[in-house]
């Protein structure tokens, strides 16, 4: 059995996996290392310093699970490594999308069975900025190059994370779809219960996977409290397509995505009340991934670890995306 299918294999028991918590901020902020203009810290695992502080980073993560005795879901920092930027950096003469899944199989180690590696991408323009967005056929044909870069460079799944509109999250997941490899797409959204874009949560997803159906979905750079006023909006309630949403890398701060976009201090909450917004998600919609982002680290998730360890598989769900 290969990584993938041990990965869809252990997804289909029902049992909860981690994925990471914050990279980006945690190396802007933390360890104060320059942010690159076009690759952010896509290009930090060729710099010595860049590396040793991202091995820190994941493998910190990664002994976490490996304590909760929990599977989980790492992913490359590789949000804006598409081609047009890969090409105008420093970096262009070098495979980044490969590399960095290279660099996360040194970070595991031999640990496979409960470890997955995973690609991230993300949109061509500025992820809080939905008039940005790439129509369908041109985020295929866009997303293709960077979505074959991952799966040749060995990633045993894809990610599309702090997506923001329907039309390029769609064509986005044929890309990832024509791989083979199982995929996830993460959305940005708003407590009215709808994309940025203005589609609803549950319109969007059913209408991804009309074309090209992903793993699951999740929904990340929020607080857990915007993803609960979502789910029970009027525009949301009732929809079947909501069963599939099951994953949440949560902010710390209550501020709106509009708000925390290019914020200069980060804002934190505590990891208790946090960690408490996101098991309601679990108790109530039945979630089962949980990761962080905006304001977490390694205290945050865990926390997470210990309150999910005692934990068995989620309620099964209703079709109004429920426990029953």
Request: proline share 5%; charged share 20%.
């Amino acid at each position: 059995m290969n990584q993938t299918q041990r990965l869809e294999t252990r997804f289909a028991t029902g049992e909860c996996f981690l994925t990471e918590a914050a990279i980006v901020e945690r190396m802007r902020h933390e360890f104060r290392i320059p942010v690159d203009e076009h690759l952010v810290y896509g290009g930090a695992i060729y710099e010595p310093q860049g590396r040793e502080a991202l091995a820190g980073i994941y493998g910190g993560y990664l002994a976490i699970a490996r304590r909760a005795a929990m599977p989980i879901l790492l992913t490359t920092s590789t949000r804006r490594a598409n081609p047009d930027r890969v090409a105008a950096s420093r970096h262009a003469h070098r495979q980044v999308n490969q590399d960095w899944v290279r660099f996360l199989r040194e970070v595991r180690g031999d640990d496979q069975d409960s470890v997955f590696l995973g690609s991230l991408l993300g949109t061509r323009g500025d992820a809080f900025l939905p008039q940005e967005a790439l129509p369908e056929a041109e985020a295929l044909a866009f997303h293709r190059t960077q979505c074959q870069a991952c799966a040749e460079g060995g990633a045993e799944f894809l990610m599309a994370g702090v997506m923001p509109a329907l039309s390029e999250a769609k064509g986005l997941a044929r890309a990832m779809g024509e791989t083979g490899l199982p995929f996830i797409i993460s959305f940005v959204i708003n407590g009215a219960g709808t994309l940025l874009d203005g589609t609803p949560l549950g319109v969007a997803m059913e209408a991804i996977d009309a074309v090209s159906a992903p793993l699951c979905f999740m929904v990340n750079c929020v607080h857990p409290t915007h993803v609960r006023t979502a789910l029970v909006a009027d525009i949301n309630r009732g929809h079947p397509s909501l069963t599939r949403l099951i994953g949440l890398q949560a902010n710390t701060s209550c501020l709106s995505p509009e708000e925390l976009n290019n914020h200069g201090v980060i804002r934190s909450d505590g990891a208790d009340s946090l960690v408490e917004s996101m098991m309601a998600l679990r108790r109530d919609h039945a979630f089962r991934i949980f990761g962080g982002c905006c304001g977490t680290d390694h205290t945050h998730l865990e926390r997470l670890a210990a309150v999910l360890t005692p934990l068995g598989a989620p309620p099964r769900q209703s079709w109004c995306g429920g426990p029953e």
